[in-house]
């Protein structure tokens, strides 16, 4: 009688845990999707969890790019600052780091790499001395087109794994939650 109890109490726990996984969109089983593994157990209600999502969403793309960039030893926030710099030559490194979301801080260590590395150099801003202005050394300059092409491509490869069209609008709704949320990441 107790083991026919303890069956019928496990089978109801089971439908019920079954039926909560179903309410909230997650899959009894791992799912698998074209170029990324299942996970080893279900996320259960993870799944639909905005932020999580987003969080696995970003690991892949970083996981992408730097596949895409092996051969440059670049991480994308010193792409980002190559990228901004051959737009914005002369860019103060205070608006640079805003435009990041990266702190004053934190971002110093990106732009001694890239000094280190010859690719970008500061400058004494002659109206404020105690600010610097950023610029793109030659040899930064050709990395930066050089590197470009490439973030064309891997851009490609994202927009591909969209509907058509998707690409423009996912966009814009993750700039509403940035905005909605105040832009302040400090990532890398």
């Known amino acids: 009688m107790r083991n026919e109890r303890q069956e019928r109490a496990g089978r109801s726990r089971a439908r019920r845990t079954a039926e909560q996984a179903r309410s909230v969109g997650a899959a009894a089983a791992p799912r698998e999707s074209a170029g990324a593994e299942a996970p080893a157990a279900p996320l259960g209600h993870l799944d639909n969890v905005l932020g999580y999502v987003l969080r696995r969403a970003q690991v892949a793309v970083f996981n992408d790019f730097r596949r895409t960039f092996a051969g440059y030893d670049l991480r994308p926030t010193q792409y980002a600052v190559l990228s901004i710099l051959a737009e914005h030559p002369g860019m103060r490194q205070g608006d640079v780091s805003a435009a990041l979301g990266i702190k004053r801080t934190n971002f110093v260590a990106v732009l001694d790499e890239l000094e280190r590395r010859g690719l970008a150099r500061r400058k004494a801003v002659a109206a404020d001395r105690r600010s610097r202005a950023l610029h793109l050394t030659p040899e930064g ?7 470009r092409r490439l973030q064309d491509e891997h851009e490609v ?8 069209g998707e690409r423009d609008r996912l966009i814009d709704l993750l700039r509403q939650l940035t905005q909605g949320i105040g832009a302040s990441a400090d990532e890398d």
């Open 141 to 147: 300059e050709k990395l930066a087109a050089e590197v």
């Open 157 to 164: 490869r994202l927009a591909a794994l969209l509907p058509e």
